[in-house]
């Protein structure tokens, strides 16, 4: 716990090994802690990474499960400036974002000479925060030229409730754009320019 706030106090701390942070939510008020960056970093480089569930030890009293709420890097080395941690009940559902993991090769793109395209990285999902997914996981390998893969088709049976809508498309297959081949000159061939249609002081007079 530090008592001391303000610029003087975080230059202090971070020269000390510490970073400045905050943990706050719940019945309790926020409470201004200092943490040792490098624990939080491999938190935060974890495979659940900013919804990892946190045991936080203030002064050696009983843990808290906390989550990462936010954090603060240095813009030009990247190294751990400031955290925000919330308190969370383990029986109280709360949103958290998720990341798409795609695995696998389609057969379109491996067979049909196709193009996966991820179109969307994260969801929104509802859930207890014991059942937090580290990722969810789309296998694209039985994907064929055209086909795509949808949200309702991995949110099934899960102990989490997506946010967005279940017709809302992950990854699709397409056929590469085609390219234009040269002209026996070696020119591209042009492209017809649209008919424009200049309006002058006749067609006012029309």
């Not at 008592?3 to 706050?24: D, T």
């Not at 200092?34 to 624990?39: E, G, L, R, S």
């Not at 929104?124 to 064929?144: G, H, K, Y």
């Not at 088709?153 to 989490?160: L, T, Y």
Request: glycine letters at 8%; one cysteine or more.
């Amino acid at each position: 716990k530090r008592e001391s706030r303000g610029k003087n106090e975080a230059r202090r701390l971070r020269v000390s090994g510490q970073i400045p942070a905050v943990v706050y939510g719940g019945e309790q008020g926020a409470v201004a802690i200092a943490v040792d960056p490098k624990a939080l970093s491999r938190i935060l480089h974890s495979e659940s990474g900013v919804n990892t569930l946190v045991d936080l030890k203030v002064d050696g009293g009983a843990p808290t499960k906390v989550l990462v709420k936010d954090f603060l890097l240095q813009p030009v080395n990247q190294s751990l400036m400031h955290a925000d941690f919330y308190r969370i009940a383990m029986d109280k559902v709360l949103t958290v974002t998720v990341r798409i993991e795609v695995e696998g090769e389609p057969k379109g793109v491996k067979v049909q000479g196709g193009i996966l395209e991820i179109l969307t990285r994260e969801i929104e999902v509802e859930c207890l925060p014991a059942d937090i997914p580290e990722s969810i996981v789309v296998n694209v390998s039985d994907l064929t030229l055209g086909q795509s893969i949808r949200l309702r088709e991995v949110s099934e049976g899960q102990k989490w409730t997506a946010l967005a809508e279940a017709d809302l498309m992950l990854v699709h297959v397409v056929a590469p754009k085609a390219v234009a081949e040269p002209t026996a000159d070696g020119a591209l061939p042009s492209t017809a320019e649209p008919e424009v249609i200049k309006k002058g002081k006749a067609d006012k007079e029309e």
